[in-house]
């Protein structure tokens, strides 16, 4: 990989992994109601997990893809399913009691094993190998793949971090409860562009 290809890939994963999307609001909404040393198994399943992800659409999965179409529509309303149920539970994340645990964000094998059903993470995975290694070849898609996780960590921990800095503001609970509908909602959300 050429330097300039690999700035070009560097700008194309840091705009994709820091705009909104399910990782992200998740990661916010996890910030928020966790704070960030308990949201970091979370992070780095979200980084490492699509890492993972990536290398193995690119050198087999993006073949099923190309020889069978259908298994993309079906991972399509899969994906969306779980996504609608996640933002249910965000939504109806009744906020804790006085003396109650705060209940557990994601951990890092969760956060990993979303990325598979992770409509935007799927589109990332898939443009990113298509353009950044045509050719498929397994070092082209882990130098892609490793690159594009070194750049999605801190992108995501930036979401994580705003998360945990309206935690203040968040202490009222109809607040927390706005803001997890408010994630609910923009869950959903995140999901018509990708469709």
Request: hydrophobic share 55%; aromatic share 10%; no cysteine.
């Amino acid at each position: 990989m050429t330097l300039e290809t690999a700035l070009a890939l560097a700008g194309f994963a840091f705009v994709t992994s820091i705009t909104p999307g399910p990782n992200n609001l998740m990661l916010m909404a996890s910030g928020a109601n966790f704070g960030l040393r308990r949201t970091l198994p979370h992070m780095a399943g979200v980084a490492l997990g699509f890492v993972f992800m990536a290398v193995l659409v690119g050198v087999g999965l993006m073949r099923l893809f190309d020889a069978w179409p259908p298994v993309y529509t079906v991972l399509k309303v899969v994906s969306v399913g779980y996504l609608l149920y996640l933002a249910w539970k965000i939504a109806n994340a009744a906020p804790p009691k006085e003396g109650q645990a705060k209940g557990n964000p994601l951990t890092f094998l969760q956060a990993a094993a979303f990325q598979w059903v992770n409509p935007k993470a799927w589109a990332m995975a898939l443009t990113a190998i298509t353009v950044y290694a045509p050719d498929r070849s397994i070092a082209g898609v882990v130098a892609v793949s490793v690159l594009f996780g070194i750049v999605n960590l801190p992108s995501v921990g930036a979401w994580a971090l705003v998360g945990q800095g309206l935690k203040r503001f968040l202490t009222d609970h109809r607040r927390l409860r706005a803001f997890n509908w408010t994630m609910a909602v923009l869950l959903v959300g995140s999901m018509l562009p990708m469709l």
